[in-house]
């Protein structure tokens, strides 16, 4: 199965590797799990030596279901299992929480589940959708992550800006107690209203920033450099993804009447970011562009520091 996805569902539209079983509702967490193909449980057995002698520090996970191992983990590693990852958002996002996606990578050692928050939101006449992502990990490569990802519901693009006057993200290692800490995370995450309040003030401020033609292109060389090492090929892909960069920019017919300023730039990056055809396109290519919802898109956050620098 392409992608590194072993298993997932999803609502109404393809999702970013066209995988998975498609409803046409949002369905409860109870029904996600198990659409999903998520409804397992991670076990901890002991590591034996060819002799028979357990290796004392560390463990393996084991998934109940098939006895495949995901992963060797240490002694302190607490387990979060995928019940619980629903469970969380559901009592973090309270009554009216939508299921939009879930599903497992890399045969089940990443899970995760994206949730349509109930409320939307109306910022300077635009809609704006909230999402919330879980991304969880049972071979202990990486944390508990979650966070608030807003998406401009007209194109799809991603406006998860870091800013600094309010958290979109919260993450979590697998060891000391793991419960008390997700306990805390309902008083200590995010809150979607203040975090798109915030946001709403940035887009505001981003639109009064004008742009003139000669400083577009200076960030899109900036965003898509060329040194003196570049080969005729490199060359001729970088001016090829240039110009589809400005074509974002000047044509994109959901930006026309935006204003040539800051926000309509940072909009025409996501696109780019989100959408374009890359250079080469390798077999986990979606699902890295799926992690970088996550994490942040560093093609974004690098136009965002332009355009405020200006």
Known sequence: MAANVESMFFVRETPWHGLGTRVMEAPTSKEALRLAGLDWKVLQEPILTTRNEIIPGFKANIRDKDHRVLGVVTDRYKIIQNDEAFAFTDALLGAGVRYETAGSLQNGRRVWLLAHMP???????????????FSNTHDSSGAIKVCLTPIRVVCNNTLNL?????????SIIHTGDVNAKMEEAYDTL????KYMAELGKEFERLRNI????????????????LDEESTTIQVKNIKRLRLDLSDRYYKAPDLIDLGRNAYRFVNAVSDFATHAAPLRRTANYKENLFARTMDGNPLIDRAYQLVCAA
């Open 119 to 133: 409320r939307e939101y109306i910022i300077m006449g635009e809609h704006i959708s909230p999402y919330l992502l």
């Open 162 to 170: 870091a800013l600094n006057t309010a958290r979109r993200s919260w």
């Open 190 to 193: 995010f809150t979607a209203d």
């Open 210 to 225: 004008e742009l003139t033609d000669s400083q577009v292109k200076e960030y899109i060389e900036a965003l898509l450099p």
